[in-house]
């Protein structure tokens, strides 16, 4: 299942250590922006004291740096790029959060491996990755209570950007590609996972930006 070891060459190949170091020195300087801003600061209102959380593409940790001091006690964070799971465990260290787990790989290649967590985000993850209904599918299957995610908006757009982002990576001779998958497909699987949203935002014209719940019945 998955992408494996293919998807961790590709993924190394754009998101490398220098590009990890340049982004944790932005959060350092400037703290968290954008979508991702938005996703922490709702998650923030939340009763988040003892809850665990799996942050899947999790790059130099900005969700889990931004949620413990808010009650989080365990995180697993998985990312492809060895490049940004170095930077992201380095910063940690500093803050002492020894309880963080940290896995290289393609998350749903390594699924099984993963255990339920009660919190799980993927942030600008979607559009990363060509199999879209197997990641939904393994990541809602280890989601207990809260799924939050952060992808492009699916209008002519989006696409339209997205065709020169892959066309400037092939003539780079670089095969990672970016992807944007049907909105509509996506709420659909999420809703038959039985979770309902209980936050949406938009970014302009780029991002949305959602929050689901399990639903207890």
């Avoid at 299942?1 to 932005?26: P, T």
């Amino acid at each position: 299942r998955g992408l494996g070891d293919v998807y961790k060459r590709q993924a190394n190949q754009l998101f490398d250590e220098k590009s990890a170091k340049k982004e944790l020195k932005r959060y350092l300087n400037k703290g968290v922006k954008g979508p991702t801003k938005r996703l922490t600061d709702a998650f923030k209102k939340l009763n988040l004291n003892g809850l665990s959380l799996l942050d899947i593409g999790g790059g130099i940790g900005t969700i889990s740096l931004e949620l413990i001091p808010y009650g989080i006690s365990k995180v697993v964070s998985i990312d492809a790029s060895s490049g940004y799971l170095n930077s992201a465990k380095s910063e940690a260290e500093k803050r002492h959060y020894t309880f963080i787990n940290y896995h290289l790989g393609d998350f749903v290649a390594e699924s099984e491996q993963i255990e339920l967590h009660d919190i799980v985000t993927l942030d600008k993850v979607l559009c990363c990755y060509p199999y879209v209904d197997e990641l939904l599918k393994t990541s809602l299957s280890k989601t207990a209570k809260y799924y939050a995610l952060v992808y492009p908006q699916t209008h002519w757009m989006a696409h339209l950007s997205a065709m020169f982002v892959n066309l400037r990576m092939k003539i780079q001779r670089n095969p990672f590609r970016t992807f944007i998958h049907s909105s509509k497909l996506i709420e659909s699987a999420i809703k038959d996972a039985g979770f309902s949203k209980i936050y949406t935002d938009r970014i302009g014209v780029s991002w949305q930006v959602h929050i689901y719940k399990k639903e207890f019945k």
